[in-house]
């Protein structure tokens, strides 16, 4: 088989400039494998067998724009799996692409490190009218203006119809047909680096959707040695397996070269079952951090997972997968249930102020403590690691559209409790995430939905939805098929906004600069800041400290109080100047600051009067008069 990272494009169909184009597939199942040119009057090419059941051959005259099938054993045609296009969706032929066609002018483009993203995760159906990568490009501009300086796009490798998450995608190296196709997706990354936004796509790697899989036909590529909650999982470790992770790893590399994609999300790596000496998520770690140094740019693997287990980020010295961030679940169940009061579900184990504060100062939450929502121990501790590791986040598609309604945290708690909420996220260590619209309190929920073709699975993923819910009490699940349920969770923005939602719009655009500019969140500064946090049970309030070199910098006040308090703040002693404060009127606060003036001196202890969810940023005085080596905005790799 194929082996060494050079060989990992090699799958599918690769033109050969004026000469033809190179077909390859993997197809143990098979005893002869034929390419049908669709759209000639042309005899089939068979292919020549390889070792490890692979097949492959040059097709005279084949060129970028035809379209293909490959016949298996003389008898029924299926497209390509690793199809770089499906023009007519998941059930029609696949077409040649030359990836290599697109002129791109981004050979200045480095890419950012971790500590530089403020991420922006979207939808590209719902997040404008178009529903299109084109549609995309049209809102840059005002990302840009934001201060968001990289685009998570939710999966868009080809599904059935035009209306899914993504996550039922089943050619993976095919980017969706109705979304714009892979020139579509091109131009936009094109169009993003030239703004100096980068790209994270999201891709999955557990499972694959169900309708219109062809990848069984062909070979092993599933086993039945476990199951993941989304159907049969993917074959890691078993026989023939070889051939899969080489699959996978193919596609990874292909976004980045192909499409100059910035980093990979993972999805769910929790459900990626592999009991091999060397895990999958190592194979593509190294895959991954080898192109990257070959293409001189940075390129990063951001995981999903819900282990709590300190390994996927640690590097191999440490006997990790030397993955370079991952999502901290616990940051998010935290702040919900701290701002929401709900408790059903995985919930149950977070709410208490505490928690937050945990997570806030070490990262996850539950590092071995048993578990109520899954009645075991559960996780290991990060608090090593560098907290730009883990990705934060108020809302996120999976928090707001698996919920029965998709509603978002506008519609669930205080409007001043969203700005407290905002600065939990945006100035913590960790690195940020926002989900499409939470900036300006998007009221239109996210629900799931889907456009599938036959009945039977329709039916399956409206019983599947309802039964999902169930531990959280929730009925009556909107129909994931309807229209109208797609319709419903389409973004609104620009003109229709209103004046609340544009001071909300302010305060987000304020804490971003600040995250931009303030030396406390950059990583590259000439010495390294600390940060810790103290918690105010009583008061309902954290304050989160930063400090270098002993100084203490910053003060970040983060308000749950439902009524105003008095918060006797025993440390630090300083003199301290507000920088922002949610509750100033620029930012649709009803009151004036509080105290009546900027600067707080605080003796042993200061009271400090914080209005209901209140949340401000204090400067030291005396750090600030320190001289401090700004950020150098470098954009080479930071290898943590």
Known sequence: MPDGHEDHLNIGARVRGTAGTDFTVWAPFASEVCVKLVDR??????????????????VPGAQAGDRYAYVLNGAREWPDPASRFQPQGVHGASEVIDPGAFSWSDEAWRGLPLDRLIIYELHVGTFTEQGTFQGVIS?????????????ELMPVAQFPGSRNWGYDGVFLFAPQSTYGGPAGLQALVEACHRRGLAVILDVVYNHLGPEGNVLGN????????????????????????DAVRHFIVSNALQWITDYHIDALRLDAIHGIYDFSATHLL??????????????????????????????VIAPHEEGGHNLDAQWNDDFHHSLHALTTGERLGYYEDFGELKQLA????????????????????????????????LVSCAQNHDQVGNRAFGDRLSTLIPWEALKVSAAAVLLAPHTPLLFMGEEFGETAPFQYF????????????????????EAFGWTDVPDPQAPETFERSRLHAGSSIDDRQRALLAWYRQLINLRRTLPEF??????????????????????????????PTLLLILG??????????????????????????EFGGNEEPLPAEDVMIATNPARLLLPPYGAALYSSALARERPLTPPSHRLQKDHR
């Open 358 to 389: 945990t997570a806030l100062e070490q990262g996850f939450v539950y590092t071995g403590q048993y578990s109520r929502h899954r009645r075991r121990r559960h996780g290991n501790s990060c608090r090593h690691r560098p907290p730009r590791q």
């Open 450 to 469: 889907v456009d599938h073709g036959d009945a039977q699975l329709i039916e399956a993923v409206r019983q599947g939805r309802r039964k999902e819910f």
């Open 41 to 58: 009057p042309a005899p089939l090419h068979a292919l020549e067998r390889r070792s490890f059941g692979y097949f492959s051959g040059m």
């Open 282 to 311: 190592r194979e593509l770690a190294d895959a991954v951090h080898e192109r990257e140094r070959d293409l001189g740019r940075t390129v990063a693997l951001i995981a999903e997972s819900d282990l709590n287990d300190v390994r």
């Open 560 to 585: 749950f109080n439902e009524r105003a308090v008095s918060l006797p703040l025993g440390r630090p002693t300083g003199t301290w100047k507000l920088v922002t404060a949610g509750w100033k009127k």
């Open 522 to 551: 950059q990583s590259d500064v000439a010495k390294p800041y600390h940060h810790r946090v103290d918690v105010y049970d009583g008061e309902r309030v954290l304050v989160l400290q930063y400090w270098q070199d002993e100084v």
């Open 218 to 241: 062909y070979g092993p590529y599933f086993t039945d040695r476990y199951r993941t909650p989304w159907g049969a999982a993917i074959n890691y470790d078993g026989p023939d397996s």
């Open 139 to 151: 809102r840059l501009d005002d990302l840009r203006d934001l201060g968001i300086t990289a685009i």
